[in-house]
């Protein structure tokens, strides 16, 4: 089973607009760690914005927040006010460390294109 | 503080030949991390090391290994090169090995054709 679903191959919104990037995931265990990064044409990754399973509050980073509910388990990312320069691949990432292991586990990412 | 860096950026190899690739973790860092990335299977996980030592690692054939010296820099090698290979491979780096919010920070890639 896919541990990071992300369900939309691609999204569209109009520049100033906000936009809704949606990420479920399946885990067991009862601390987890979420994760957003874009990746830009240029291939690096960039860290956007994270979510532990144990935060009360949902996160948020500038333009950036994250819409986490728990009992469903989705951690959607809102970015607010769209700029052009936010066209970009954006991933769902998790870690689980009880299973030992540093890595993160990702979706197949959501294509964002901001139109003008 | 610099960002990770890994070199080359582009590499063309043949098939059979092997291929050396590096990368420089954020100073402090102590954790890397290597991914590779292609079209068909997305983002996967090759392997960790923290200390010089890995950690961890993802579900690749052995021509895939790896090595971190004591300043925290790291090489991944790919022995017998074929079509498949051809990927972005990402590395990562972490300032402490796990840890719930221990954010991974990733360098530009290495594009690897294998022709």
């Known amino acids: 089973a896919q541990k990071i679903t992300q369900t939309q191959p691609g999204m569209f919104v109009q520049e100033k607009e906000a936009v809704t990037l949606d990420c479920t995931y399946d885990?067991?265990?009862?601390?987890?760690?979420l994760f957003w990064y874009k990746q830009p044409s240029s291939g690096e990754m960039i860290f956007l914005i994270y979510?532990?399973?144990?935060?009360?509050q949902n996160a948020t980073e500038g333009r950036y927040s994250l819409n986490f509910q728990k009992a469903r388990k989705s951690a959607n990312l809102v970015i607010s006010a769209s700029q052009l320069g936010d066209s970009a691949m954006y991933f769902c990432?998790?870690?689980?460390?009880?299973?030992?292991?540093?890595?993160?586990?990702f979706g197949t990412g959501t294509r964002l294109t901001v139109i003008p | 503080k610099a960002g990770v860096t890994q070199t080359p950026r582009y590499l063309i190899k043949t098939r059979g030949q092997q291929v050396t690739l590096s990368c420089s973790p954020i100073?402090?860092?102590?954790?890397v991390s290597w991914y590779q990335q292609t079209p068909g299977q997305g983002l996967q996980f090759l392997f960790e090391?923290?200390?010089?030592?890995?950690?961890n690692k993802g579900n690749f054939p052995g021509r895939f290994s790896g090595r971190q010296f004591s300043n925290s820099r790291s090489e991944m090698n790919v022995s017998t090169l074929e079509l498949g290979d051809s990927a972005l491979y990402l590395c990562?780096?972490?300032?402490?090995?796990?840890?719930?919010?221990?954010?991974?920070?990733f360098g530009p890639g290495t594009r690897l054709t294998v022709l």
């Open positions: 990562a780096s972490s300032s402490q090995a796990g840890g719930l919010e221990d954010t991974q920070y």
């Open positions: 100073s402090g860092h102590r954790s």
């Open positions: 885990t067991s265990d009862p601390s987890y760690g």
């Open positions: 990432a998790m870690r689980e460390p009880s299973t030992g292991a540093n890595n993160l586990f």
């Open positions: 090391y923290f200390s010089e030592t890995q950690r």
């Open positions: 979510q532990g399973s144990y935060d009360q």
